[in-house]
């Protein structure tokens, strides 16, 4: 292969939502798929739902691969990412939602020989559902798309896995992991704890006022969405972020303290003036052609 442009097989290791929605995008970019799941009848469920081949093995889902995609859960990663390269897949990426450990996990279990190969990336889209069932190449369109590779990253492995993306039909970001991880935790992770949190606040309520979430509307609706997401996929990211997301959550309460202080003294200008500014602040993100409604960030 000497061009990104001729990326014709992609294997897609690990077959859930994402797994699933990155193979139907390769379909529908004219790649060949092959596809591999810890969990038989999980793969067998995405195969049918994607049409891609389905693989007994994670070696043998790499044979002649162009590109493997490791969507394996989090913890996975890093152990994926080392057997398809040595499976000799073309070049690797991820699209795991922590980076930094990722890529550390990578470079001290890959023999040096093998680290050119393989990117980092974050596929910025997803749904708070999960499971093959749910997929749709839809979920990638017009997201951004984070790559970071690392020193020892080839500049042709990001070049082609960038191409690529493109041709998904997404938008490639290049970005240094540690800040990659320092902005998701603001901007993807820091939202699933805000959601997480009123909804148990309002479940707790429940307990001596039954009557609260008949009241639910659509705006309480709308932000408690994703805390119907999958708790152990974000057990596993919130940890393995710890740093970044403790640092945002601290932020986040700040906020919250200040904009306390302004309602209990009855500082009507100042309350108006925090409300417009983040007016403001949204309607520019909604102008932004990757914001997608009824998408989650993942």
């Known amino acids: 292969m000497t061009s990104a442009e001729e990326v014709g097989r992609v294997a897609v290791l690990g077959t859930g939502l994402m797994g699933t929605s990155i193979a139907?995008?390769?379909?529908?970019?004219?790649?060949?798929?092959?596809?591999?799941?810890?969990?038989?009848?999980?793969?067998?469920?995405?195969?049918?739902?994607?049409?891609?081949?389905?693989?007994?093995?994670?070696?043998?889902?790499?044979?002649?691969?162009?590109?493997?995609?490791?969507?394996?859960p989090l913890p996975e990663i890093a152990g994926a990412v080392?057997?398809?390269?040595?499976?000799?897949?073309?070049?690797?990426?991820?699209?795991?939602?922590?980076k930094s450990r990722v890529v550390a996990d990578v470079g001290e279990s890959a023999p040096a020989g093998d680290l050119h190969r393989f990117v980092g990336g974050h596929?910025?889209?997803?749904?708070?559902?999960?499971?093959?069932?749910?997929?749709?190449?839809?979920?990638?369109?017009?997201i951004i798309w984070a790559l970071t590779p690392t020193g020892a990253t080839g500049g042709e492995t990001t070049r082609r896995v960038a191409d690529w993306v493109e041709r998904l039909g997404a938008h490639p970001m290049e970005l240094d992991p540690q800040r990659h991880d320092r902005l998701v935790a603001v901007v993807s992770?820091?939202?699933?704890?805000?959601?997480?949190?009123?909804?148990?606040?309002?479940?707790a309520e429940e307990a001596?006022?039954?009557?609260?979430?008949?009241?639910?509307?659509?705006?309480?609706?709308?932000?408690?969405?994703?805390?119907?997401?999958?708790?152990?996929?974000?057990?596993?990211?919130?940890?393995?972020?710890?740093d970044a997301i403790v640092d945002a959550i601290d932020r986040y309460r700040t906020r919250l303290d200040e904009l306390r202080a302004l309602v209990a003294d009855?500082?009507?200008?100042?309350?108006?003036?925090?409300?417009?500014?983040?007016?403001?602040?949204?309607?520019?993100?909604?102008?932004?052609?990757?914001?997608r409604a009824g998408v989650g960030v993942v």
């Open 82 to 98: 080392v057997a398809a390269l040595a499976a000799g897949a073309g070049v690797v990426t991820d699209v795991g939602s922590v």
């Open 266 to 291: 009855e500082r009507a200008d100042d309350v108006e003036a925090a409300f417009a500014s983040a007016k403001a602040a949204r309607l520019t993100l909604a102008a932004k052609p990757t914001v």
């Open 123 to 142: 596929p910025m889209g997803g749904s708070e559902r999960s499971g093959p069932e749910h997929a749709s190449a839809s979920i990638v369109d017009g």
């Open 24 to 72: 139907m995008a390769s379909a529908r970019a004219n790649c060949d798929v092959s596809g591999w799941d810890r969990d038989p009848e999980t793969a067998t469920r995405a195969a049918a739902a994607a049409g891609f081949d389905r693989a007994d093995s994670m070696a043998e889902a790499c044979v002649d691969a162009d590109l493997a995609v490791v969507c394996t």
């Open 208 to 242: 001596s006022e039954p009557e609260i979430l008949l009241l639910a509307a659509g705006g309480f609706r709308d932000l408690t969405r994703l805390a119907g997401s999958n708790p152990g996929l974000w057990s596993e990211i919130l940890l393995a972020n710890r």
């Open 189 to 203: 992770h820091l939202p699933q704890v805000a959601s997480t949190t009123l909804m148990g606040l309002a479940a």
